[in-house]
């Protein structure tokens, strides 16, 4: 496995625990306010190369959606964006934060456990690292996603680029220098991993490492690099 994809933070389950409770809401969209030039635009592509899998039938869902920066941008070109988080003040400010009008809802819910029917929804959306981010078993996560995919419907889920890396921990350390993230651990940030010393722990899946993802669960996947920045694995329903 390209780094380590399981975090190290206490409290509940890893990095979605951290989240929750130090990178929420306002925390969460401070980060990507301060975000440099190269990471911006990285995050423009994952969200570009989304919506053109998406189409204006799809109901969609976005897994780790925050405050809502991302479902937003999807819920211009789909029917419908369902956004879920763990973190209770993420989704209280993608609440606020969402337009009159806005084709979204967001709910309070856990990626590995979703509350939804078997094969509801066209698309499953789960972006910026979250496979590993949210510091649970990939798999577990992969599966649950695939439960509420319809048939020729589609996941995509997106981690880091092995050359993105440089970029990755100077985000990081912009984050750390607001007092958003703890100091980085210098000595433990390396091999696709970005450690901080308050616990927090994310790594990467490099493409053999989704490849094999998609084997253990006997699904056929398709891996592309975008921007030279994520790598997607798109699975059909």
Not at 9 to 21: K, Q, V
Not at 144 to 151: C, D, I, K, Q, S
Not at 187 to 199: I, K, N, Q
Request: charged share 30%; proline share 4%; net charge positive.
């Amino acid at each position: 496995m390209s780094g380590a994809c399981g975090p190290a933070a206490p409290g509940r389950r890893g990095a979605s625990g951290y989240y929750a409770r130090r990178l929420a809401g306002i925390r969460l969209r401070r980060c990507y306010e301060i975000a440099p030039p190269r990471v911006r635009r990285y995050l423009e592509a994952e969200i570009r190369h989304v919506l053109r899998r998406i189409g204006p039938e799809d109901d969609v869902l976005e897994l780790g959606c925050g405050y809502g920066r991302v479902a937003m941008r999807l819920a211009a070109a789909a029917r419908r964006v369902v956004g879920i988080d763990s973190a209770e003040e993420s989704i209280a400010l993608a609440r606020q934060l969402a337009p009159p009008g806005c084709r979204c809802e967001f709910l309070v819910m856990d990626a590995y456990a979703l509350a939804f029917r078997d094969r509801v929804f066209d698309a499953v959306v789960c972006v910026q690292n979250g496979v590993c981010a949210f510091g649970g078993d990939p798999e577990a996560l992969l599966r649950e996603a695939l439960r509420v995919t319809r048939r020729g419907g589609r996941v995509l889920l997106s981690t880091y680029a092995g050359r993105f890396w440089r970029h990755r921990l100077a985000w990081f350390e912009a984050q750390a220098a607001e007092g958003l993230v703890g100091p980085i651990d210098r000595g433990s940030s390396r091999d696709g991993v970005v450690a901080c010393r308050d616990g927090f722990r994310s790594g990467r899946l490099g493409p053999e490492d989704l490849r094999a993802l998609c084997r253990r669960i006997g699904a056929r996947g398709e891996v592309r690099e975008v921007d030279g920045s994520s790598l997607f694995l798109e699975i059909r329903g």
